[in-house]
Structures are given as structure tokens and as C-alpha cells.
């Protein structure tokens, strides 16, 4: 039987994947993020997970897990938001919202 899903959205080239993997014990299933070189990095140090290369808009939860449980979502902040990434300076506030369609989609698939 298999365990709860791991997935890493904005995975960037692995280091909060490299944590979960340190602190769990495996890597994530899944990781997803919107740039070909980051996600390129991430799957050199994390060959096993599975990684798609897309913007999280555009990913569809259930289709990700399949209706499989997922124990742990880990929601980086965008970076373009939050990171020198966007070529500024980094927003001040900080929102959620990139993530609520995912955590809509997780409530549809994990109804407990």
C-alpha cells in the first residue's frame, strides 16, 4: 500500500524537496514548476519524482493525485513575487491565492 503524496509546487531546482526528503525519508511524488532550468535541476537531484513542467494554474489536482490522499503540499511562494526573480524588488504583502485552487482541488480528492 502506498502512502500519502508528497508534492513540491514551485519546486524550483530542489531545496525544499531536499528538506522533505532529509526530514520523511523519500523525495516527493511530485513537483511542479513553470521553468524548464529550475524543474531540470530538481529532477538531476530528485530523479524518482514525477515533474511537470507547468504553471500550478494550469495543473489539475485531481488529475495529479489521482484521488490519492496527500499527506503534505509544500506551497513555496511564487517567486516572481517574492524573489529578486521578477528583475524588482520583492512584494510586501504576501497571498495565498496561487495555491487556493489547489487547496480546493485536495479538499475534492481527501474528504475526510
Do not use: Q, Y
Not at 535541476?41 to 489521482?66: C, F, M, Q, R
Not at 511564487?78 to 485552487?101: M, N
Amino acid at each position: 500500500m502506498m502512502g500519502p503524496m508528497i508534492i513540491d509546487s514551485f519546486a524550483g531546482g530542489g531545496g525544499a524537496s531536499t528538506g522533505i526528503e532529509a526530514a520523511l525519508g523519500r523525495s516527493p511524488d511530485v513537483a511542479i514548476n513553470h521553468n524548464a532550468a529550475a524543474l531540470a535541476l530538481h529532477a538531476a537531484n530528485h530523479p524518482e519524482t514525477l515533474h511537470l513542467d507547468s504553471n500550478i494554474w494550469d495543473v489539475k489536482p485531481l488529475e495529479v493525485t489521482g484521488g490519492r490522499h496527500v499527506g503534505l503540499l509544500w506551497a513555496s511562494p511564487d517567486c516572481k513575487h517574492f524573489s529578486k526573480a521578477k528583475g524588482g524588488a520583492r512584494a510586501i504583502a504576501i497571498s495565498a491565492t496561487s495555491h487556493g485552487s489547489w487547496l480546493t482541488g485536495l479538499n475534492r480528492s481527501n474528504p475526510t
